[in-house]
């Protein structure tokens, strides 16, 4: 008999063995522990039924048993698998060093990858926001203090191209975490909520979605709290939105139960967090005392702007660094800066209920200064500059062809049901936007994730029908908070810019929270504040960043980023309430530089033009592999595109070469240019060639030849026209059909000139 023990669990003296003559035998104090690390449970299950008859299954126990948690999530034939592992080592941080991948499967829908390795490359797009929605729904809900590395990986293992697993994927890393030892206040539900026609959709499939008002995600624990918010509208009203987040958060509910149910099943023990030392609670005692008076100088000086506060607190970080340096001979230097961190972000938070008013002397519903301007530079499209604060946003439009609209890659196609985009905005955050010196290159993750939350911002105000690709660039040049926001409003000025016909002017304000738990009930809350636009360093140390985009009238987009473990119902409607006021008062300071799109057209703004070309003309207008489309966009910068079989769409730079595109192609039509043929007329045909299927013919000197068939020769059966005696060169009469409506062909035949008389001529024998 041979028993097989890991090298680590060895070392760990996990095992204890007694040897016999005969067997070994495991000691009873450990054979427990062994038998369930080798013979796991079996596999549990729990199911969430929602209102409208669907189900959603979760189970364990299965997959990957040698992670810290595992979880698969059903909703149809879609099925997402979770794992999640956590250090048993602290790390260095102090901050929780949680990382999410979420990864996309062509082999889940039965695709094969269409790169040259066909294989899965680098993270999607698509890959990308989905990681960070589920990142957002899950980090609200470690504990204080837990600072080990934390990885969770999403994996799609079948989609039915009906239902999107990123809702599978948060509650799937949900119920992982549940069931694995890892210390999470959780479990969390999360679902999707559609509105069409006056009624609210649960989890609504792709179909649905392409039909919907609004697609919402929300995630809310046990307590009807929310931790996340997302939303993409078609400029929902108000009212609307809230019933669908008050349907959802009720929703979630069934999911929090189901995973509550497997957790009892197959839950492990959690693990203890280190609890804080006396040593370090001296030193943020002393820090306290030192810096709390000076920081509260700080804070309370409306005259300092982002670098001047940020030197000033520095500068009291250092001098009480350098201060301890020579009272403690053995200095813990990070547990110094964290406990400054901690006296930092209290004073802060504390002035602002003392107050009611905040570190620049706003009071708490008030806009930073806003300005405006529009058409910087004649040579773009759309150009648009929108300061806030000392946040700074420029915006370019770009108007292009059809043939530059934006490609999907396979699953994003099949989850989203479009293959490309038409409209697309990116987003741009350079360090030196924050006095920083840092990496510059392809968009980093927050980016991605900012630049997609403008985007879908705007998207509702951009006609669907537009003849051109909108490509929206925003470059953020200066920050203290809510970039994104302002890149909404930047955006919306510049596309009025450039005379692309929006539905209403947008804008994006941030609203901030600041609240103060009971020391009776660390769960409830006992006071809080809202702000609005907040700034930086609001965002650093609050407890919310509520973003929220749309029109006077409604609401295009909106994320909650939540810090703490849930925020009542309340607040986040009252959060809404605030959001929607700014907009409105934000809107009505960018009407002051430009209200509506531009009507007069810049000269060089592109333009578009249909043509007509006979079917019949279209070989001789394409030319020997698409060469004279070649030629023109060569010449002029033109995209000629085929519209259908007789069309054909001109897209221009601008106007003058238009006119260039336009006389070049006058003049390929002009060479294949025929007389007015009557219906039913009678011409002459010469015969160019004898053919066995009939003779080819013209009935002008310019005119390619065409086919006379056999069967229009004669009214007899013809097999060759050598039996009638007919050569190249002689001239026939044939009566004019006009030209086949598919193929453009010109119908010709002699047969219907053959009366009687001469059919039976014909039928005579010669003498």
């Known amino acids: 008999m041979a028993v097989f023990v890991s090298p680590k669990l060895f070392k760990q003296n996990k095992f204890a063995f007694v040897f016999n003559k005969s067997h ?17 449970k079996k ?6 039924k929602f209102t409208n008859g669907t189900e959603m299954k979760i189970s364990s126990g299965k997959y990957a048993r040698l992670a810290d948690g595992c979880a698969t999530a059903t909703l149809g034939d879609t099925t997402v698998m979770s794992t999640v592992v956590s250090k048993t080592q602290a790390s260095s941080s102090s901050f929780l060093p949680l990382v999410v991948d979420y990864r996309q499967k062509s082999a889940a829908a039965g695709r094969i990858p269409m790169n040259f390795l066909r294989r899965e490359l680098g993270p999607s797009e698509n890959e990308i926001l989905t990681s960070r929605l589920i990142d957002r729904s899950l980090r609200p809900l470690f504990p204080q203090g837990y600072c080990f590395d934390t990885q969770i990986i999403c994996n799609m293992l079948a989609i039915d191209n009906l239902n999107d697993p990123d809702i599978l994927s948060i509650n799937s890393a949900s119920a992982a975490l549940a069931i694995s030892d890892i210390p999470w206040n959780g479990p969390v539900g999360a679902v999707r909520v559609g509105f069409a026609s006056n009624e609210l959709l649960i989890n609504p499939n792709r179909r649905d979605l392409q039909q919907t008002q609004l697609n919402l995600i929300v995630a809310g624990t046990k307590q009807n709290h929310v931790v996340m918010l997302e939303a993409t509208a078609e400029n929902i009203l108000e009212p609307d939105l809230k019933k669908a987040i008050k349907t959802g958060i009720k929703e979630c509910q069934n999911i929090v139960h189901s995973i509550q149910e497997l957790q009892k099943m197959i839950g492990k023990p959690k693990r203890e967090i280190p609890l804080e030392t006396d040593n370090q609670k001296e030193i943020t005692d002393t820090v306290k005392l030192l810096a709390n008076m000076k920081l ?29 340096k020579r009272s403690y001979s053995d200095l813990d230097v990070t547990a110094v800066v964290n406990a400054f961190n901690v006296v930092c972000r209290e004073t802060f938070r504390s002035l602002i209920f003392e107050n009611n008013s905040r570190c620049d002397g706003r009071t708490l519903e008030e806009l930073r200064k806003i300005s405006c301007e529009v058409d910087l530079y004649k040579p773009l499209h759309g150009s648009a500059l929108f300061q806030r604060g000392q946040t700074q946003v420029f915006c370019t439009v770009t108007l292009d062809s059809a043939d530059s609209a934006l490609k999907l890659d396979t699953i994003s196609m099949l989850t989203s049901g479009f ?21 510059s290159g392809p968009a980093g993750r927050r980016e991605l994730g900012h630049g997609a939350l403008a985007e879908r911002g705007l998207r509702a105000i951009v006609p669907r029908d537009y003849p051109f690709t909108i490509r929206l660039t925003s470059e953020v040049l200066e920050s203290n908070g809510s970039s994104s926001m302002a890149s909404v409003c930047a955006g919306s000025l510049a596309l009025m810019d450039a005379g692309v016909p929006i539905s209403a002017a947008a804008a994006g304000v941030a609203i901030g929270l600041v609240t103060k738990y009971s020391q009776e009930n660390p769960d409830v809350i006992e006071d809080y504040r809202i702000l609005t636009d907040i700034l930086g360093i609001e965002d650093y140390m609050g407890d919310m960043d509520f973003k929220v985009a749309g029109t006077k009238k409604g609401i295009t987009s909106l994320q909650a980023d939540i810090k703490v473990p849930g925020l009542p119902l309340k607040i986040i409607m009252e959060s809404l309430e605030a959001a929607s006021n700014a907009k409105s008062e934000i809107v009505g300071i960018m009407n002051q530089a430009i209200c509506s799109p531009r009507r007069e057209k810049k000269l060089n703004m592109p333009v578009t033009e249909n043509i007509e070309v006979p079917i019949h003309q279209r070989a001789k207008f394409l030319g020997l592999g698409g060469g004279n489309l070649k030629k023109i966009l060569v010449e002029t910068g033109v995209h000629v595109n085929a519209v259908d079989e007789t069309t054909f769409s001109l897209f221009a730079p601008n106007e003058t070469a238009m006119r260039e595109a336009k006389e070049m192609i006058e003049q390929i039509l002009k060479k294949d240019r025929e007389p007015t043929l009557e219906f039913g007329g009678i011409y002459k045909a010469k015969i160019t060639e004898l053919r066995d299927t009939g003779v080819m013919v013209t009935l002008y000197p310019t005119m390619p030849p065409t086919l006379l068939h056999n069967s229009q020769l004669d009214q007899r059966q013809v097999n060759h026209p050598s039996a009638l005696g007919l050569e190249v060169g002689q001239e026939l009469q044939v009566k004019y059909f006009g030209r086949d409506p598919v193929s453009g062909v010109m119908r010709l035949s002699r047969k219907v000139l053959q009366g009687p008389v001469n059919l039976v001529r014909n039928l005579m024998p010669s003498s």
């Open 296 to 324: 509260r100088e700080i804070f309370m000086d409306s005259s300092h702007d982002k670098l001047s506060r940020d030197e000033a607190v520095n500068k009291l970080k250092t001098d009480i660094l350098e201060s301890m």
């Open 24 to 40: 070994i035998k495991i000691s009873s104090a450990l054979n427990a522990k062994f038998s369930t690390n080798i013979h796991p």
């Open 43 to 48: 596999n549990a299950e729990s199911v969430a």
């Open 419 to 439: 293959k490309e985009k038409n409209f697309f905005l990116h987003y741009e955050f350079p360090p030196f936007a924050t006095n920083d010196v840092g990496r």
